[in-house]
């Protein structure tokens, strides 16, 4: 690579310990140490996002673009992409992240026609291949921005205009064909702009046949092009779209199983998604694991005193032990991995500040990691948790889970043994437990 867009970072940054206080050096993350079955790298599986860490300029609703990018410089807006990307896997490799993710239009500018952007985003696939090649990091997922161009405005899948529909579609199959090509490991949807604003205008439920359409297409044209990597849907209550059909875990996974997608799909998980749908994190992830359907995570975090997506990166040392909790119990995420969907304030405009935001959301993990990891192992919370539910494995709680009860056996049962003892839930002695091993 020519040009060196983070000259104040020279080397790799590296694992120092605990004591260390340089800033650029990671405190807990040691990509190689074995953690259980795994190497802390290979549980977690960086990824950076295209979007906020190259694309960002720091612009919000109330002033421009603040952020120095030289990256950002060139006037010609192919060269621009080019040494976009070559700052973005300067920064993945200096930071030793494997992994980044992108949507077609962040690597890749929007020509004057729709052939126009298809061959760009073809120029730069080209590009990105090459240097994956020469630097071993990959592509975690792609994705198609289906809510960014004013033509999806009303929507793309769910959008009323045919004409619309199909653009969408050729736009999508465009960009699975990059991931394709990419060897990405995951392709996700998120639908931004599929969700109405007003019922004055809108038919929902043949609004939601169309999205179901839309991801039939995508299924049956990667089993045509032999395409390997999980598909994914990304819930998210609402913003830009006042109510979007993909609400949360609970809503995608019940919207799959209606339209027959369930076996095709997993959910990409993200902090600060699962808040603005008034569900913790962990909750979401639970819910996910639970149906068999938690495939990746967004990592990042809101403002508990900020309405919208901040998406700032994560340094709640108890969140990330209980998503990580939830992760290994899963036996990790598979192809899956933790994306830093997530930006720095527009105040911090030095390309430093994007080292300082990823070493603390990769050190931030690594200690839940390595907390859950210990939780676990000592089945602090599993004891408990088995002994909660003991009265289900035999007797009658065996009896009931077997079908073989009915609600007159159990009124018998009643008149004969009384009112259940009420039995404490425990939970300040559980949160002082997890709390012992945070510190
Ligand atoms: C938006 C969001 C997206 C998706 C990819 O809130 O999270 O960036 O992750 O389209
Ligand atoms: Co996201």
Redesign the pocket.
Known sequence: MSKQFFPGVGQPISYEGRESKNPLAFKYYDKNRRVGDRTMGEHLRFAVAY?HTFMGTGADMFGGPSFRREWHKASDPMERARDTMDAAFEFAHKLTADYYCF?DRDIAPEGESFSHSCRNLETMVERAKDIQKATGIRLLWG?A?LFSNPVYSQGAGTSPDAHVFAYAAAQMKNAIDATHTLGGENY?F?G?REGYETLLNTDLKREQEQMARLLHMAVEYKNRIGFKGQFLI?P?PA?PTKHQYDFDAATTISFLREYGLLEHFKL?I?AN?ATLAGHSFEHELAVASAAGMLGSV?ANRGDLLLGW?TDQFPNDITGTAFAMMIILKQNGLGKGGLNF?AKVRRSSVDPTDLFHAHIGGMDTFARGLLIAHQIIKEKVLDNIIEERYNSFKSGIGAQIMAGKSSLEDLEKWILREGAPAVRSGRQELLENILNSYVV
């Open positions: 979007w949507h994705t921005n996700v998120w931004g990304e998210k913003e990409n993200e998604h967004d997506d969907d």
